[in-house]
């Protein structure tokens, strides 16, 4: 008793988890001292296996059975690496080898005969026998079970030690399944031979075994065809047909001693368990053509002929071939495919996650994403069709269908689900997908997959991990976009066949057919990955050109972008992967060259497409803090400006990207344009007095500021817009106010240098024009010199323009002091009187005689024609002029926070505000649609149809609204100037 409370404490140690029952074990099998130390030497091994409790009770009742078997494992090491690995993963193979210790020898065998003529001779019926010789006795049955389990015991041990691969497992275990289901059908021709003469009958493999991916325990799916020999009655050859299926069906399914095989199950027939079970070739074709389910065809993917009459099998295959890789271009078929993916998850919502085969991030979200994408572009590359998982998701990675990436992490992710589903079927040899919760067998799982320290948590965190994986990737494919509309695509168009694709171009509304091709082609044409995926995208792509106003330049621009990202890894896979990029990037093309061309020269910005989110314009704040970043970076005033005017570029993308998208209203346009021109400005100014310092060799010897004035005060900028400004400086008291002058007025020259240079993106041209004397006066002024000049020499004119004067850049204190200087000039004491307003009034009559282009149509001038954008701002601001000395909410230098404000007031009738406000927003929309169509400003709607078109349907009219465009500008503009003779001019 003390000699076994002392081996169990060490075999506790040593890592069996009952010690003391482990004790009582060893010590059945000493009975002498050489066997001790044979017991001894195996128990160092036995320690290692994944369970050694399990593998020392299978040992000891093995040993029990056949007293020798300790000395063959003891002289033969491998037999005995192999035999414990299997003991300590199944308690139901132990059971089997008690049962039939003799067996154990197979385990010594490296390789074994071909599986089909073992078991065949095993029921009685050699393979080249042309009369079977099997009986249906109970015998024949257990020594089919037997010899089945024995390649089951030998493949399982050459799995469990590494020596046969994954995908070399679940091959060899379909194979094996096809050679039970031929011995089943030798027994079946013995049970009742009368009629085998008239009729051939194949076995087709289904799901995993067809496949040649088959779990160890699994029922295995088949479908029966069968065909009448010459001569023969079809109505006769069927029932013979019947009866042997029926027969072999019950051979594998039928319970003995040794426990059944697995069901066979031909549920996946035409019509299902309702159908008849045999069929002929010519039934199974009408039924698929005519009657079949999306889900049937997916399931013909897996079928290859697995027993029975081969060559009857293998033209089954051949035939619904051709019906599977065109089933794709069945309506809805994506979709049909995806709904049932849901309700399987529906079904076994119950088991959860610990569901690896059904539940979220199991087996079948794999199976399923790959089968998918197989059948939609399989079509049409036949280096697809292939039958099991992991050739097949290597093929799509290959040909660009999945990214490198994504494809290794579903294959590892596959690979270790199914490593994990067969150590759960050896346990007991039963089918089961569910993981345990009990720790003892998460243990045996952890250490069965090569981890001995902490099994249990390595284990868990290597499954949710690859189950992640699995679901994320499994949601990215599955369900794509894409996928539906290359499943849509006519075949023609698909494979983009110069002869038909010119005139589907034509069709589709492209102006330039040839040209189109000619883009196709050197996008397309190659055998590289890029082409590849090219080859995927652009069917679809051509589609969605042709859904925007300009087809062709949404072609030309995605060649220009392919061009100059083509062989960045990521480009071609964002799109393919996330289609909501190709599908926004494709309406962008097509609708704006000035987006497109922005695009080409910061092409990077492709990856702005993929969400709403990424689109949302930045805060001021982060933007300075990025490009003051930028710039010192640089100590290079020209570098530094170049990187500032990239940002921008990106930025300006951004913005017109929302606002094609409608994410951002023509007001918040304005807003996100002007703080992106006052941070280009701030950096620009930043490495201005950078430069002007380092060649001074002193500090600047003045404050310096930048006053917005005109839209950018305004806040109001358009994608054309220049940036009205005005420059002014304060030299500390006491100091040299020449010197201090010349400082400012070598920065203020230097900024409008820097943002001049010429470069790929639209210019920021600083317009000082607004200044007092205009060209004629200083470019930089000091703050008192300004408040001299507005003191004594004003017009009303200069009051007005102040009315949008706001801080810009460079010294905020100084802006605030100018601003505050400005006020007493616009927000004057008393509001401004009648000969001002009089003033006013002839400067704005004055402006739409003389300023109006020569040949403009006023009522299609969005700047100065009756009822645009100048009638509106003069309303407000003579409202300003007049009021905004007695109610601070007129305080703004926003044009249609002016109108709201003077209607909160009481100073404007609502209605005449709502009227205003449609038709200054009309005119901007109009303005920017013309910049973003054209890629060039300009102020009057297009007098050529084909541009008015594609301003139409940029601003969100039909194919044919531009008529309706004129006549809804016409209507707004009309309106608002009958409000502008009445409040404007007091008509």
């Not at 299978?58 to 002289?75: F, K, M, Q």
């Not at 079809?234 to 013979?240: G, N, P």
């Not at 569910?434 to 250490?447: H, N, Q, Y």
């Not at 801080?807 to 100084?814: E, H, M, Q, V, Y």
Request: proline residues 5%; hydrophobic residues 45%; charged residues 25%.
């Amino acid at each position: 008793m003390p000699r076994i409370e002392s081996t169990a404490a060490r075999l506790a140690k040593l890592g069996f988890a009952d010690g003391a029952r482990a004790a009582r074990l060893v010590a059945g099998l000493t009975p002498t001292p050489s066997t001790a130390s044979v017991v001894e030497e195996l128990l160092n091994d036995l320690v290692r296996v994944a369970d050694p409790d399990l593998a020392l009770t299978s040992l000891t009742r093995l040993a029990e059975r056949d007293p020798d078997v300790l000395a063959a494992l003891h002289a033969d090491r491998p037999l005995r690496e192999r035999l414990f690995a299997v003991l300590g993963v199944s308690a139901a193979l132990g059971e089997h080898l008690v049962r039939h210790p003799g067996q154990v020898g197979l385990l010594a065998v490296p390789e074994l005969e071909e599986a089909r003529a073992e078991l065949l001779r095993a029921v009685g019926a050699e393979p080249a026998a042309t009369e079977p010789r099997a009986s249906t006795t109970t015998d024949t049955l257990v020594a089919l079970r037997v010899a089945y389990r024995g390649r089951l015991l030998h493949l399982a041990a050459r799995d469990l030690t590494g020596q046969a691969a994954p995908a070399e497992v679940t091959a060899e275990l379909s194979d094996l399944a096809g050679a039970a289901l031929e011995a089943a059908l030798a027994i079946a021709r013995a049970e009742a031979p009368d009629g085998l003469d008239t009729v051939r009958l194949a076995v087709i493999g289904m799901g995993k075994c067809g496949a040649r991916e088959l779990n160890y325990i699994s029922d295995v799916d088949v479908i029966f065809v069968a065909e009448p020999r010459d001569g023969a009655d079809e109505t006769k050859a069927l029932r013979t047909a019947t009866r042997l299926a029926q027969a072999m069906m019950r051979a594998c399914s039928a319970a003995t001693s040794e426990g059944a095989l697995w069901e066979v199950d031909a549920g996946l027939r035409p019509e299902g368990r309702s159908g008849p079970l045999v069929r002929t070739l010519a039934s199974h074709l009408a039924y698929y053509r005519r009657w079949a389910k999306t889900w049937e065809f997916q399931a013909l993917l897996k079928a290859r002929p697995v027993a029975g009459d081969l060559e009857l099998g293998a033209a089954y295959v051949a035939a619904v071939n051709d019906l599977v890789w065109s089933a794709a271009t069945r309506e809805n078929f994506v979709e049909d495919v995806q709904a049932m993916r849901r309700r399987v998850e529906e079904h076994v919502r119950a088991e959860g996650e610990r569901q690896i085969k059904l539940g979220p991030g199991g087996l079948r979200d794999i199976e399923f994403a790959v089968q998918l994408l197989q059948l939609v572009h399989g079509r049409l590359d036949p280096l697809l069709r292939r039958k099991a998982t992991l050739p097949a998701l290597a093929a799509l990675s290959r040909g660009g269908y999945v990214g490198r990436e994504d494809a290794r992490q579903l294959a590892e992710a596959y690979t270790f689900l199914r490593q994990v589903e067969h150590l759960l079927q050896l346990h007991r040899l039963r089918r089961t997908h569910v993981l345990p919760t009990a720790e003892e067998d998460l243990r045996r799982l952890g250490r069965a997959l090569g981890t001995q320290v902490n099994p249990v948590g390595e284990f868990t965190a290597r499954w949710r991990r690859h189950a992640m994986e699995a679901r994320r990737l499994h949601e990215k494919l599955f369900y794509r976009p894409l996928l539906q509309a290359v499943a849509r695509l006519p075949e023609s168009e698909s494979r983009l066949s110069t002869s038909a694709a010119a005139a589907r171009l034509e069709a589709l509304g492209y102006v330039d057919p040839p040209g189109a091709l000619r883009h196709i082609a050197a996008l397309t044409s190659g055998v590289s990955r890029r082409a590849a995926i090219q080859r995927t995208l652009l069917p679809v792509m051509l589609g969605w050109f042709a859904g925007t106003p300009d087809p062709d330049a949404g072609l030309l621009g995605f060649r220009q972008v392919s061009d100059k990202l083509g062989s960045t890894p990521w480009y071609l896979r964002l799109l393919r992967d996330e289609t909501a990029v190709a599908a926004r990037m494709a309406r962008v093309l097509g609708t704006s060259r000035y987006a497109t061309g922005l695009l080409t020269n910061a092409p990077d910005a492709v990856a702005l497409l993929g969400s709403d989110d990424e689109l949302a314009t930045r805060p001021a704040a982060a933007l300075l803090a990025e490009a003051s970043a930028a710039v010192s970076r640089h100590d290079d005033a020209e570098a530094a400006v170049a990187a500032v005017r990239a940002l921008r570029r990106k930025e300006l993308f951004r913005t017109a990207v929302a606002d094609i998208s409608g994410l951002i209203d023509i007001e918040q346009v304005g807003v996100a344009l002007s703080e992106l021109n006052d941070v280009t400005i701030q950096a620009a100014l930043d490495a201005a007095v950078a430069k002007v310092t380092l060649e001074r060799r002193a500090p600047l010897p003045t404050r310096f500021a930048v006053i917005a004035m005109g839209r950018l005060g305004g806040m109001e900028c358009s994608y054309a817009s220049d940036a009205d400004v005005m420059f002014v400086h304060s030299p500390p008291a006491g100091s040299d106010e020449r010197e201090a002058s010349e400082a400012a007025f070598a920065v203020a020259n230097e900024l409008r240098r820097l943002l001049a240079l010429p470069a790929p993106d639209p210019p920021l041209l600083i317009d000082p024009d607004l200044r007092p004397e205009g060209r004629q006066g200083p470019l930089v002024r000091t703050l008192a010199s300004y408040a001299a000049y507005y003191a004594r020499w004003s017009s009303p004119w200069e009051s007005q323009a102040l009315l949008r004067a706001r801080f810009s850049a460079g010294d905020a204190r100084l802006g605030a002091e100018f601003t505050a200087t400005a006020d007493g000039l616009r927000y004057p004491t008393g509001g401004v009187g009648e000969d001002a307003v009089r003033e006013i009034r002839r400067l704005k009559a004055r402006m739409e005689a003389e300023r109006l282009p020569r040949g403009a149509d006023p009522a299609l001038h969005t700047k100065l024609g009756r009822g645009g954008l100048s009638d509106v701002e003069w309303v407000a601001q003579l409202l300003q002029l007049q009021h905004a000395h007695e109610h601070p909410s007129l305080r703004t230098t926003q044009t249609l926070r002016t109108l709201r404000a003077a209607v909160e007031e009481g100073l404007l009738d609502a209605a005449d505000e709502a009227v205003l406000g449609e038709a200054w927003r009309a005119a901007s929309r109009i303005r920017d649609a013309i910049m973003l169509v054209k890629g060039r400003p300009g102020d009057s709607l297009p007098a050529g149809a084909p541009e008015r078109r594609l301003i139409a349907r940029t601003l969100g009219y039909p194919p044919d609204g531009s008529e309706d465009l004129m006549d809804d500008y016409r209507r707004v503009t009309r309106r608002a100037r009958q409000v502008v003779e009445r409040v404007f001019y007091g008509s």
